[in-house]
């Protein structure tokens, strides 16, 4: 990742990210399942972490690509399997991005938070959708694991990619017609390699 992980309300689907020189940028990595990525992640990519207590993974939801109004109540122990599953699902994203076969373990994992009832969805008098009150951490996190389950076995599942900066680990699925994403996005990682394209060509050898 380039920068840190917190996401900020904004429009569209996606988050709003923070670089390591303070610039908000915007990230849509295409999936549900892939927004849970920046909140953290294993090994080094703990210190990334936003996710410290119920309320902030119900704050994400807050800020996903779910459908506004989700009541949602959050306990300890589902915050533990959220944190879980987001590690799960980056290391596994990772995997498919590189194309090294999935894990038994990272699916045993992904599998068992989808076998959960998944959050519920109704539609109001109005024509609008909105969501069945009472809604869980252990429903989000199925909905989730289940996002991800389609991600993986859908027609975009070869446009899972890792961006194409040297020190950027952002996930994303490429979901634009031409098909040729490379960055987590063009005006962050995207920018900064088109800056360094035109001073190797303008210096001598290329440095």
Excluded at 96 to 102: I, K, L, Q, S
Excluded at 139 to 168: K, M, N, W
Aim: with cysteine; net charge neutral; glycine share 10%.
């Amino acid at each position: 990742m380039s920068g840190s992980a917190t996401g900020t309300p904004g429009g569209g689907p996606g988050l709003t990210l923070i670089s390591y020189e303070g610039k908000p940028y915007r990230f849509d990595p295409g999936a549900l399942c892939l927004e849970l990525l920046p909140t953290g992640g294993p090994g080094a990519f703990a210190r990334h972490e936003v996710l410290h207590e119920p309320a902030d993974l119900a704050v994400w939801a807050g800020r996903s690509r779910l459908a506004d109004g989700l009541d949602l109540t959050v306990d300890t122990a589902e915050l533990e399997r959220a944190r879980t599953l987001r590690n799960t699902l980056f290391l596994l994203t990772a995997d498919h991005a590189h194309g090294r076969p999935p894990r038994p373990e990272h699916l045993a994992v992904v599998n068992a938070a989808a076998a959960e009832p998944p959050l519920v969805s109704r539609i109001e008098p109005d024509g609008t959708r909105s969501w069945a009150p009472g809604a869980t951490g252990t429903q989000l996190l199925s909905t989730v694991a289940r996002d991800a389950i389609d991600l993986f076995t859908g027609p975009y599942a070869h446009r899972v990619r890792e961006c194409d900066a040297h020190d950027c680990y952002l996930l994303f699925v490429d979901t634009s017609r031409p098909g040729r994403r490379r960055w987590c996005a063009m005006e962050h990682c995207g920018n900064l390699a088109k800056v360094r394209a035109h001073r190797a060509r303008r210096t001598p050898g290329g440095a």
